[in-house]
């Protein structure tokens, strides 16, 4: 076993541009294409949750002061479940935690939209509050355990020689995957939302669209109300829970039930292997 010593000596005589030229064959790995693939597009089906839920429930009237307390309460939860993750993600089936918390985080994106639907128009209750509360703490669970989960698995096909490179590389990748796809998800809301501010009778000022956030509040500011018809919240959440249900069982899931049972050794660069 080559000491630890050596390994960090071995990874620090890499230059800068070697550096590069060591990301770039470890990008064409064969099994690593299909893996980065994976972590480009795992997270689209948790995009709208994750940046829209919490906007929308507040416009619906949750105070920003109740968010903070979910906040308080998914803290140790998330501690908990992320040692646990570490450990379950160990043997043969490595990644299994990471694919029953996408299960999981696909269906709590799917009450969370139907919490925001379901709102009471009276003002928020207690029950619901707790009904909010589980559904968030749910999904941050989740989330918790295939960070941990994936960061493990990544952790553990690392070339020792290039740790530092390899695990920067990936887990840089796999937040990329989480990014990317939030521009064109919230543009998408705005496209297919349906929405008219409406002035009261006898005024001068003529209605207009307030689909988007900017119209909405110049709606507010001439005096208007924003009537929306249709939200395109709800579009895009379907649209992308069933995308993501069909990325899951036609190419991620198969794909990386392959890439867990691939030895360590195929996920090694060696230094001398040149183009």
């Known amino acids: 076993t080559r000491p630890a010593g050596q390994d960090a000596e071995q990874e620090a005589e890499y230059g800068l541009v070697e550096t590069y030229q060591t990301i770039w064959r470890i990008c064409k790995l064969p099994h690593m294409r299909l893996f980065i693939v994976v972590l480009f597009f795992a997270k689209i089906g948790f995009i709208p949750n994750d940046s829209i839920t919490k906007l929308k429930l507040i416009e619906h009237g949750l105070h920003k002061e109740d968010m903070a ?12 479940f992320g040692y646990y993750a570490a450990r379950w993600s160990q043997g043969e089936s490595k990644l299994r935690p990471w694919r029953i918390a996408f299960i999981l985080r696909l269906i709590c994106a799917a009450l969370s939209m139907l919490t925001v639907h379901y709102f009471p128009e009276t003002g928020l209750t207690t029950w619901y509050f707790c009904i909010i ?18 960061s493990a698995f990544i952790t553990q096909i690392a070339d020792p020689l ?6 920067t590389l990936l887990n840089t990748l796999s937040n990329f995957g989480g990014t990317w796809p939030v521009y064109f998800i919230m543009r998408a809301v705005d496209y297919f939302t349906s929405a008219t501010c409406l002035f009261p009778e006898g005024s001068e000022k003529a209605a207009y669209s307030c689909a988007a956030q900017e119209d909405r509040n ?19 959440s379907t649209m992308c829970i069933a995308l993501a249900v069909t990325l899951y ?4 899931r198969p794909t990386v039930l392959k890439l867990e049972r691939l030895p360590d050794h195929v996920w090694r660069v060696s230094k001398d292997n040149r183009r």
């Open 69 to 80: 307390l979910a906040v308080l309460i998914d803290f140790p939860v998330q501690i908990f």
């Open 133 to 150: 509360i589980i559904t968030k703490v749910s999904a941050s669970m989740a989330g918790t355990v295939q960070f941990v989960g994936m």
């Open 218 to 236: 110049r709606c507010v500011k001439d005096g208007g109300v924003c009537d929306v018809a249709w939200d395109g919240y709800y579009v895009m």
């Open 249 to 252: 069982y036609g190419f991620i």
């Open 162 to 167: 290039i740790g530092g490179t390899y695990m």
